[in-house]
Nanobody
Framework: QVQLVESGGGLVQAGDSLRLSCVAS????????MAWFRQPRGKEREFVAA????????WYGDSVKGRFTISRDNAKNTVNLQMTSLKPDDTAVYYC??????????????WGQGTQVTVSS
């Protein structure tokens, strides 16, 4: 089992930056592809970014490409999401996930509880 805990969410203004972190316990993350998804209120969960087990490859959703950066530190069992140039449309609950390297949420076996990001205009 892998337990994931996200942190770093909050209320920011449009154009600001925010860094989300996901810390794992129970098992090393080095064997898992990792991803961030988000779910705006009343909408479906959507893919944000993914990173391979080694961190050598990354993948981004079209709406965040060029603004968000996913990274990982396997020694610290953490995955981060650096978000810049935030927009009100980025407002959502952000979830960390562990599993395969894919943009499909069904490819992930473990999920955190989520952290709220709110971007005001």
């Amino acid at each position: 089992q892998v337990q994931l805990v996200e942190s770093g969410g909050g209320l920011v203004q449009a154009g600001d930056s925010l860094r989300l972190s996901c810390v794992a316990s129970g098992r090393t993350l080095r064997n898992y592809g990792m991803a961030w998804f988000r779910q705006p209120r009343g909408k479906e969960r959507e893919f944000v970014a993914a990173i391979t087990e080694s961190g050598g490859s990354t993948w981004y959703g079209d709406s965040v490409k060029g603004r968000f950066t996913i990274s990982r530190d396997n020694a610290k069992n953490t995955v981060n999401l650096q978000m810049t140039s935030l927009k009100p449309d980025d407002t959502a609950v952000y979830y960390c996930a562990a599993g395969s390297y894919t943009d499909n949420l069904w490819g992930y076996d473990y999920w955190g509880q989520g952290t709220q990001v709110t971007v005001s205009s």
